[in-house]
């Protein structure tokens, strides 16, 4: 049934059901009501139901409005928090949340305060309305005086329908547009403020031109920019966690990085270094064995290089690649038996490399040569026995020496790279190490690596 039909009907019907019983009422006297009075009574009831419609249907026309106006807002709502949770990046969020909090009250201006961390200042001061232009005539964003100052202290919502008249609004700079119509409620993370969104001068929806007539925000404008404060902060936290987990993840790959160069690049260079001392002593007697040495040491020097190029572009080291467990101990054995005068006894048993991943041998490799350089460096040793076999499914690795006992003061107060970078890939194989002095001379290191 249509809106217009029904209107006629709450006019027609009270009017001809009070025509009608009057006829019956007549009929039942005999003709004792006059014509005239029968008349003017039809009259005065028609005037009265047609304004008794139109009183009621005004009243349903503006419930219908309010309704359709706060669906509208909802829906507005509702897709403001969406546009907010598919946004990480916190400098595009904050700028969001001041863009969609104008759009839901119909304001024509709109600013976001985020304090600092002691909560007394703003950090930071987002706005939306004012051209860049206009900007720049203002000068120097606030810092939350004046009547910012009223709204951080207590922490709550507030609506000002004209700030001309408000005792607390002072401190506006030249230049500044007329704000008058003010809006502010709190944004609040697990109970701790952390700014104020603030709306100025609304519209005037059926004039927007219109910015001379003060219009007044009400309370249902504040209950929706509440709502919409509390999906902002939980944007606005998510934007902060996801920028933590970037930081964190890139200072985790600094870490990897400097493991990496210490463990592979610089252990690889070092290595050239001795390879050219030992070059030194021979190249006057056996020069033919020299110049075979140098042909090894650019070799090595040009895997270093492609090394170095590799982490420049974000790329795992080429090292050990392409080598699984037994194929990489065996070459680490291999080299420093070539390079220095100790015997290097390799001993591998029940060891199916197929078991190992990948990424797991290249870490195993990194402990293993560290350990090896260790050796080199600093144990003087004669003689070194390295074991790799797999037992109670872990892999695990011994490389003893002969040499000079290390000190536990050596272990725990090391100020180099070396010993925590093999403490810190055993973490990230979940494994077990022990590095210590032995009972009959001369340093154990010992790595148990679970696999499956």
């Known amino acids: 049934m249509s809106r217009r039909l029904l209107r006629w009907m709450t006019i027609v019907l009270p009017v001809g059901f009070l ?17 005239l009075e029968l008349v003017v009574t039809f009259v005065l009831v028609s005037i009265s139901a047609t304004l008794f419609s139109n009183w009621v249907f005004d009243q ?104 001309q008249d408000y005792e607390g609004a002072y401190g506006f700079p030249a230049n500044h547009p007329v704000m008058r119509s003010l809006l502010s409620v709190p944004i609040k993370v ?30 249902e404008d504040l209950r929706i920019l509440e709502l919409f404060a509390t999906q ?82 974000d790329l795992r080291p080429q090292h050990f690649q392409g ?18 005068f100790m015997d290097v006894n390799l001993t591998i048993t029940d060891v199916d490399s197929s078991i190992v991943s990948p990424e797991k041998t290249v870490e195993i490799l990194h402990i293993a040569q560290e350990a090896l350089s260790n050796v080199q460096k600093h144990a003087q040793a004669s003689e070194v026995d390295v074991f790799l076999r797999y037992q109670n499914q872990k892999l695990m690795l011994e490389i003893l020496d002969n040499g000079v006992s290390i000190k536990p003061k050596d272990i725990h107060g090391s100020r180099g790279n070396g010993l925590r970078n093999m403490q810190d890939r055993t973490e990230i194989l979940k494994g077990e190490i022990v590095i210590g002095p032995r009972l009959q001379g001369g340093t154990e290191v010992v790595l148990k690596v679970p696999v499956d």
Do not use: W
């Open 19 to 35: 025509l009608l019983l009057m006829v019956i009422t007549d009929l039942l006297l005999i003709n004792q009501i006059e014509i």
């Open 323 to 340: 080598r699984n467990i037994i194929q990489g101990v065996e070459e680490l054995a291999r080299a420093l038996r070539a390079n220095t």
């Open 60 to 163: 349903l026309d503006q419930r219908e409005s309010e309704i359709q106006k706060r669906a509208a807002q909802l829906e507005a709502l509702n897709l403001a928090g969406i546009s907010l949770i598919t946004e990480l990046d916190l400098r595009l969020v904050l700028q969001k949340v001041v863009d969609l909090s104008r759009d839901l009250v119909a304001a024509r201006f709109g600013a976001l305060g985020v304090l600092d961390e002691s909560g007394t200042s703003f950090q930071q001061f987002i706005t939306s309305g004012v051209s860049e232009e206009r900007k720049s005539m203002i000068g120097a964003p606030p810092h939350g005086r004046g009547i910012f100052r009223q709204m951080i202290d207590e922490g709550k919502p507030m609506i000002i329908n004209d700030t």
């Open 232 to 313: 902002a902060a939980i944007a606005i936290e998510n934007a902060r966690l996801y920028r933590q987990v970037q930081q964190l993840a890139i200072f985790e790959e600094r870490q990897r990085f400097g493991m990496d160069l210490h463990d592979g690049v610089i252990q690889s260079i070092y290595a050239v270094g001795l390879m050219l001392e030992d070059i030194q002593r021979r190249v006057t007697i056996n020069p033919e064995g020299a110049r075979e040495g140098i042909t090894g040491a650019i070799r090595s020097l040009n895997t270093a290089i492609s090394d170095i190029r590799n982490y420049i572009l």
């Open 190 to 219: 697990k109970g701790k403020m952390i700014g104020n969104l603030y709306v100025s001068e609304k519209l005037d929806l059926f004039n927007p031109g219109n910015y001379k007539e003060i219009i007044y925000f009400d309370e």
